[in-house]
């Protein structure tokens, strides 16, 4: 897959937090991801996601220590939200937090994560924009579970 140029910055499409066009192209990216959410894919995702976190694939020691901590976050969210455990997330903010999820662990995406390093930057542009979608909810989830919000990043 080619990875295309965003026509306003000259980086690659969705690579670019500053840049309007980037931030659309993730968020796109995300909103699609979003539409295949579903209660009985969750399990799943919050598997794949812990799995990324406990075991990352080699790329991945390019990738900021905060990515990984913050996949470790959502994953356990999921896991909760879907077990019953903590049901104070709307299923918007679920369905973000897990299309946001399946794109970070998915090495295939706007810039393919195996192109280090510049491969995780459509990634973190991701996370950025669910985080500042969910954030609010995120910071009551750590509350409720005992975790400090700061350590990621909320």
Sequence with gaps: MATRIC???GKAEGSNARCRPCRDAAARELADHARDV???S???RAAQGERFAERPPWYVRFAPLQ?????????AALRDWRSGAYREIPWSAVAILAAA?????SPVDLIPDFLVPVGWTDDLVVLAVAWRTVKQQLRAYCAWKGLTAGRYGL
Aim: aromatic share 4%.
């Design 38 to 40: 579903t209660v009985e």
């Design 7 to 9: 026509p306003a910055c």
């Design 101 to 105: 999820l399946a794109y970070v662990v």
């Design 42 to 44: 969750l399990g799943d």
């Design 67 to 75: 990515l990984v901590l913050q996949v470790r976050l959502l994953a």
